[in-house]
């Protein structure tokens, strides 16, 4: 599995249409200070998933949205298309090629598609988890963040080395299955008080 492209329309710097293709192995990106490389990686960030504006280097998440520039108006939708090539099948699905796409336009409505099919959110989570990509995966470290690991607490570098190693999914389908299971033990005794009224 790799990042085989990027495509990026209304978000932050690049108000065109603009596709990056990567191989295999390593790609770099090189260019002049504030010439957009880190909204590169805010742009995949974003399309797999980030929820929280900081994370992206926004105030608000509407701020992905290109502001505008000279003759050039700001953008009315942002949109990032990340592919990733799933040859050797390690994304659990038989296409060879997945496509995730997030847009959002200025009145906040957004949506999610996988391959052209829209989806929610947790189907983008679900379809990464099994990958160590995606958010909290650690497979983006922003700058600053290799020292921030570096010289924190040892249980927090744990959750970090937890969550790379994918045991964060099973660390969520824990909490999810322990939700489920409170809300039907409330559910029992709200029945058996019905019962019990009606003896
Ligand atoms: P450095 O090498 O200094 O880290 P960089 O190449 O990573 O720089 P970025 O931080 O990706 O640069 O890009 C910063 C530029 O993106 C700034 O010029 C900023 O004005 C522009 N920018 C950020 N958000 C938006 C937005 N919503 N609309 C238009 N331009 C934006």
Known sequence: MHLRSVTLKGFKSFPFRTKLEFGPGI?????????????????????LGEQSPLAVRGQT???????????????????????????????GSDFSEIAILRRLDRSGEGEYRINGARCRLVDVLEVLS???????MHSVVSQGKVEQIVLSRPRDRRRVIEEAAGLGKHRKRRHRAQLKLERTRANLERLLDVEREAR
Do not use: C, H, Q, Y
């Open 27 to 47: 790609s770099v990106i090189v260019g002049p200070n504030g010439s957009g490389k880190s909204n590169i990686t805010d742009a995949v960030l974003w399309a």
């Open 61 to 91: 998440m509407r701020d992905v949205l290109f502001a505008g520039g000279p003759g050039v108006p700001s953008a009315p939708v942002a949109e990032v298309e990340v592919v990733l090539d799933n040859s050797d099948g390690r994304l």
């Open 130 to 136: 099994d990958t160590g990509l995606g958010k909290e």
